[in-house]
C-alpha cells in the first residue's frame, strides 16, 4: 500500500518509502531462492491458517521470521498484530502481494525505496538480494542486524537517518 501511494504521490508528499519486512519485488525476486515466499505450498498453507485461525498464522510467520525472538516476545507481537490489522485485511494484503506486486511501481520510486534486510530471516532471505537488485537497481537494499519484526527500533533509525530528524 505505501508503495503504491509513493508511486502516486508527489515527491514532497512521498520522499521515500521504507519496507522493513517484504520485498516489493514480489514472488519474481524468490525465484531460485530459499525464500519460504518462493514455495507456492508454503503460501497457500499460510493462507488458510490465516483464514482459519489468523493468530496461529501470525505465530508462525512472526516466530519464523524473528527466531531470536522468546515466547511471550512473540506472543506480544502477535496480539499487537491482531489489534492494529483484522485477519480480513491482512489476508486481502498477502493476496495482493503475491498475484498483483507492486514492481512497477516501486521501480518508479526508484531511490526513494528503502528494503530492509536480516540474515535470519526465512521468508525474504539474503539470497533474494541479487534479483531483487536486479529488479530495483535504484533501490536502496540494507541490512539491519536483527529482526525487524522484533525490533522496531532498528526501522525507526532508518527513518530518522533518511528524513534527517533526529
Known amino acids: 500500500v505505501a508503495v503504491l501511494a509513493a508511486a502516486i504521490a508527489p515527491m514532497e508528499t512521498v520522499g521515500g518509502v ?7 519485488a514480489g514472488v519474481r525476486a524468490a525465484r531460485d531462492s530459499e525464500a519460504l515466499v518462493g ?9 488458510d491458517m490465516l483464514a482459519n485461525d489468523y493468530r496461529a498464522g501470525l505465530r508462525s510467520v512472526i516466530s519464523s521470521g524473528n527466531p531470536q525472538m522468546g515466547d511471550d516476545e512473540v506472543r506480544e507481537r502477535v496480539d499487537r498484530q491482531v489489534a492494529y490489522c483484522p485477519a480480513e485485511v491482512a489476508i486481502a ?3 495482493s502481494w503475491r498475484h498483483d506486486g507492486v514492481l512497477d511501481e516501486a521501480r518508479a520510486l526508484g531511490d526513494r525505496l528503502w528494503i530492509l534486510q536480516h540474515p535470519h530471516n526465512p521468508w525474504f532471505p539474503a539470497d533474494m538480494l541479487d534479483p531483487t537488485r536486479e529488479l530495483l537497481p535504484d533501490a536502496n537494499i540494507e541490512e539491519v542486524e536483527d529482526g525487524h519484526l522484533s525490533r522496531p527500533d532498528l526501522t525507526a533509525a532508518v527513518v530518522r537517518r533518511i528524513t534527517g530528524d533526529n
Open 93 to 95: 494484503r498477502m493476496a
Open 39 to 47: 514455495s507456492k505450498s508454503v503460501l497457500e498453507a499460510m493462507d
Open 18 to 24: 521504507v519496507i522493513p519486512f517484504g520485498n516489493p
